[in-house]
């Protein structure tokens, strides 16, 4: 017997598990985690707003736990002239700002959407692999497709 799971990401997790899977989906894309603390993001961001392009995004269904990071966290990614930084905003959601010298804002808002959507894979992967640990299921195949979809065969002990 076999079945078919089409799973709607919901995000809601601490800040070290946002972290995480922005780093586990970065690394194929060409992006980097910069070495950048708050105050000198800001004083960037601040310098050159009037040079870069910038779009932002909210992320639709999510919640970034005040009590399992630091309040004001952010995480900073970079790829030769983007600049990637993720924020939980004042509400709690998780928010992409998204910034460039030599792109338009829709081509900026394009990329932010496509490097979250593999972050939100990467969440919901994690999360689905520690459910069926948990529940004593044993994946016996997975496979990515071209499309990057991700298939998992599975088998009940």
């Known amino acids: 017997m076999s079945s078919v799971i089409v799973v709607t990401p919901l995000i809601i997790a601490g800040w070290p598990v946002i972290t995480a899977a922005v780093t586990a989906a970065i690394g194929s894309m060409g992006f980097s985690l910069a070495a950048a603390s708050h105050a000198s993001v800001k004083s ?27 309040a004001n966290g952010e995480l900073v990614i970079e790829r030769d002239d983007i600049r990637i930084v993720f924020t939980r905003d004042p509400r709690g959601a998780l928010k992409l700002c998204v910034e460039g010298e030599k792109h338009s804002k829709a081509e900026l808002k394009r990329i932010g959407e496509e490097v979250l959507g593999r972050v939100t894979q990467q969440f919901v992967y994690h999360r689905i692999v520690s459910e069926l640990g948990a529940r004593n299921m044993t994946i016996v195949d997975e496979h990515v497709a071209a499309d990057q979809t991700v298939k998992i065969r599975v088998r009940n002990l």
Request: net charge negative.
């Open 44 to 70: 960037a961001i601040k310098d050159q707003q009037s040079q870069k392009a910038r779009a932002e995004i909210d992320v639709e269904d999510s919640e970034i736990l005040a009590d399992a990071g630091p």
